[in-house]
């Protein structure tokens, strides 16, 4: 069992390059959800879904965007890359709502240079 | 506007000693108290929780005490471990909700021998 999954485990782009963070869950959890980790900000939420076609902004969602196709996965797409998107990415999941447990993955450092 | 603000930000202690973290919450919705537990390179992983139907949750050396009326909750690690060495989340979320966890800014705990 893996848990949650995600790649690549580092990046480095340069401003203006777009990516997508991948992220995948295989315990059947409705709800998924995308933080960012700088030093001294804690974990911000950037966007959720509660379930497959249903995705919602969290508290720093400019720059990012954000599809749900299926229960197992949650891309999280840097439009246009600038250095304040420099961060640690975490994706997490729950069974319902987000509001039990949360399972992370083990993150993504990207830079942006 | 900061919904869990969590002190100190970083706490030295040392090792056989207790380790105290506090955090302070506005939204009086807020029905689930958890903490996570971070180790450097790793992400987040749930270590105790609480719902506000009680005061105080113990599990082994952890310990959540919780204040209803001071909307108020704190993080005891008794007789401090180096192993326990990790940043220190707290969180709350609306069991019911859609939104997910709210986390604090986080405590780095270094405990020294």
């Known amino acids: 069992n893996a848990g949650v999954t995600q790649t690549p485990k580092f990046q480095v782009l340069k401003t203006g390059q777009s990516m997508t963070l991948q992220c995948a869950q295989d315990m059947n959890h409705e709800y998924m959800s995308w933080y960012r980790q700088d030093p001294g900000m804690g974990l911000r939420l950037i966007h959720y879904?509660?379930?497959?076609?249903?995705?919602d902004q969290g508290e720093v969602p400019n720059g990012y965007n954000v599809s749900r196709s299926t229960t197992e996965d949650f891309p999280l797409r840097l439009l246009s890359a600038a250095p304040s998107q420099t961060s640690v990415y975490f994706c997490?999941?729950?069974?319902?709502?987000?509001?039990?447990?949360?399972?992370f993955g083990q993150g993504t450092r990207l830079t942006v240079v | 506007q900061q919904q869990v603000k969590q002190s100190p930000q970083s706490l030295i202690v040392q090792k056989g000693g207790i380790s105290i973290i506090n955090c302070a919450y506005e939204?009086?919705?807020?029905?689930?108290f958890p903490w996570y537990q971070q180790f450097p390179g790793k992400g987040p992983a749930l270590l105790i929780a609480?719902?506000?139907?009680?005061s105080e949750k113990k599990e082994g050396r952890f310990t959540i005490s919780f204040n209803k009326s001071a909307k108020q909750f704190s993080l005891h690690i008794m007789d401090s471990q180096p192993g326990d060495s990790a940043t220190y989340f707290c969180a709350a979320s609306v069991l019911s909700g859609n939104t997910p966890l709210v986390f604090g800014k986080g405590t780095r705990l270094s405990v020294i021998a």
């Open positions: 879904s509660v379930g497959a076609g249903i995705t």
């Open positions: 939204n009086t919705a807020f029905d689930y």
């Open positions: 997490a999941s729950s069974i319902y709502r987000g509001s039990t447990e949360a399972f």
């Open positions: 609480i719902r506000p139907d009680v």
